[in-house]
């Protein structure tokens, strides 16, 4: 059985929270400058030249890309023929607290939701999957709550039409209108529990937005863009950069749909141990 | 492009109509949720503010650490619905301009126009962008609630769309 030292996990957790906040995504950004090639609408083209400025100015000055820099959500698929010599999550936790300091990031974690108080760095949100193997992978994706707070799910009628569905999820948008950093990426979960759908919402963020959509992603993506919302929320055709569907089996009675709304700054990485 | 500067008066924004682009120069202070909650607190107990509201422009942003040499870490602007309870008694107080991002609800825009203020939007999600407007950064009030402190800044032509302007009207469909 191999054996890794969590030691080893805080360190790369800290690396991936600086390089998530302050180094955006590769496809986000081709998908950024893809939308700023195809807008017709001048201001909404200006903007997109601003937020694609931003990320080039973050990645030069080492500065985050957005001040928001999230709450830390960390996915981890640990390989089952590996053995940690020390605490998981406490090496996690650990890592993303170094990082974010030494990253100039900003300490956005409350530790008591109701009573508030002041802000920390950790705890990150943790997602542990078994998989085969010795081999362990750490995705760190900051989420800011602008966006995070437009999240939605609604639990379907199995008989529900998937137009119900598509409207469900245009609605979702619609009604993060303005206010949430527009282009968004829609991360969609569908089927499971209500947890789990909430859950493959935010896995389908992950997803490279440059990949080919399925034909439902694609068809969802075109009505979103037909809202007119835009960047800023001041118009034009780029209300979404892509949608993201991740789906798993559900029970007779139940169609849960979750969406996981993600601004146009959506930042993660990875890293294989 | 329209450029203005603080203090702010009233004939500086009376012109100014929704959608304009316009350059900020002067002082803003940073303000967010716990700040609002504080200073309406404060205005309901008839306390004295940390900063004078007469004349002010309150900017929605909890900026990220400054890093070594820099003058401000990336401080763009935060959704500006979560403040808009707090809004209308400080815009009888006196504060004559805030920047945020996105829609404000009609209450507000109700006070802006009874009070000839205005609202302005700031780039969304271009902090690091927006940190080259910027030529200090002071804390000045509530220290202890860290990035939710209040910040002096002084900025040169920071970038702004009016969002909703003196007579009330809003850029985005009001709700």
Redesign the interface.
Known sequence: MRIINANKITETAKDLSIKANLDLRKDVLAGLKQAYAKETNKRAEKILKSIIDNALIAKKEKLAVCQDTGMPCVFVELGQDLQIKGDLNKAINRGIEKGYRLGFLRNSIIKDPLNRGASVYNPAVIHVDLVKGKKLKITVLPKGFGCENKSQLRMFNPTADLDDIKKFIVDAVSQAGPDACPPYVVGVGIGGTADYACLLAKKALLRKITDHGSELEDEILKEINKLNIGPMGLGGSTTALAVKIEAYPTHIAGLPVAVNISCHALRSATKVL | MKKIKTPLKRSDIKNLKS?DEVLLTGTIYTARD?AHKRLAQSLKKNKKLPFDLKGAVIYY???????PG?IT????P????RMDEFTPCLLDKGLLAMIG???RSKEVAAAIRKNKAVYF?A???????L??CVRSSKAAAYR?????AVFRLEVVDFPL?VGIDSKGKG??KQE
């Open positions: 959608g716990q942003c909890g900026p990220t650490k400054t890093p820099k870490g990336s401080c763009g935060t959704t500006s619905r991002k996105g829609s939007l780039l969304a999600g271009c902090g690091a962008l940190s080259r202890e609630l860290g990035p939710e769309i850029v985005y």
